[in-house]
């Protein structure tokens, strides 16, 4: 099944790739900036998630600029290893830079989630923050993810949901559609970018929608997580036994 790129966002990959490339050396600022700091806590609750041991490999798809990929790492108490994959080179480069500094053994591949370079069942593990997000076919990745993983891999999707529900979701909304653009083009400089986010958000399927299509993927008993307030979800799911 393909899906059809939502109508008014173009998520073909050279466009996706030169959204990253230009906003990359702002992207982790402008990460603690809009969240107030909680995209640290998410992904240390994706990293919990997976719950990675010793001895094991994870994929961290869509690395950019490494952080769940080192939370995954610092989990495991650094006795899993680690491979950060992401198809945009100014995001691994700060990424590389990041793992280098903390003496983090983590190796990185350039890398295209619809076409992942891993033979099939190659990972314990695999985690996604905010990137599948923007594949051009959700399917197709998705799939690639099952394909990679062992049987009875774990896959983690960290994602934000189109519509939070609860008492601060006028709040929220405020934030991610008014707030979020705003402060983004201010600090990147880049007005396009930041309003591509509560774009793609607001168009995303919602948590047991994203589910279905896991489900549809191959893997079996998929959770969901809600985070603050549901503002987004960890969505943990298993590829089954063959
Ligand atoms: C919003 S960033 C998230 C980075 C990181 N996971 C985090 O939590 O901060 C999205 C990343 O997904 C990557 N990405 C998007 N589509 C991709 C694809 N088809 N293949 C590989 N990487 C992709 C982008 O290059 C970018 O680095």
């Known amino acids: 099944m393909n899906e059809a790129p939502p109508q008014g966002i173009d998520k073909a990959a050279g466009k996706i790739q030169a959204m990253f490339s230009r906003i990359a050396p702002r992207y982790d600022l402008l990460n603690r900036l ?8 998410w992904r240390n609750e994706a990293a919990r998630l997976l719950s990675p041991r010793a001895g ?24 899993a290893r680690v491979v950060a994959a992401d198809f945009t080179f100014e995001m691994l480069a700060i990424g590389q830079e990041k793992f280098r500094r903390r003496g983090a053994g983590i ?26 997000r923007n594949f ?11 394909r990679v993983l062992k049987p009875g891999g774990r896959l983690v999707v ?22 979020v653009p705003f402060l983004g083009r201010l600090v990147s400089k880049d007005a396009s970018a930041y309003q591509y986010l509560p774009d ?4 995303w399927p919602a948590p047991e929608a994203l589910a279905a299509r896991m489900r549809s993927a191959g893997f079996a008993a998929v959770d969901i997580h809600l985070l603050a307030f549901g503002i987004a979800a960890a969505h943990v799911a298993r590829k089954g036994a063959p």
């Open 34 to 41: 809009l969240s107030g700091g909680t995209d640290v806590a």
């Open 56 to 79: 094991e490999i994870h994929l961290d798809l869509c690395s950019g600029t490494g952080d769940l990929a080192l939370a995954v790492a610092k989990r495991s108490g650094g006795r």
């Open 107 to 132: 190796p990185e591949t350039g890398a295209d989630g619809l076409h992942l370079p891993f033979p099939d069942r190659t990972f314990d593990g695999a985690t996604a923050a905010f990137g599948v």
């Open 136 to 146: 051009e076919d959700l399917d197709r990745g998705l799939g690639e993810l099952w």
């Open 158 to 179: 960290l994602e934000f949901t189109p519509e939070p529900t609860g008492p601060l979701a006028p709040i929220v909304r405020f934030h991610v559609k008014t707030l």
């Open 200 to 203: 793609s958000v607001g168009r």
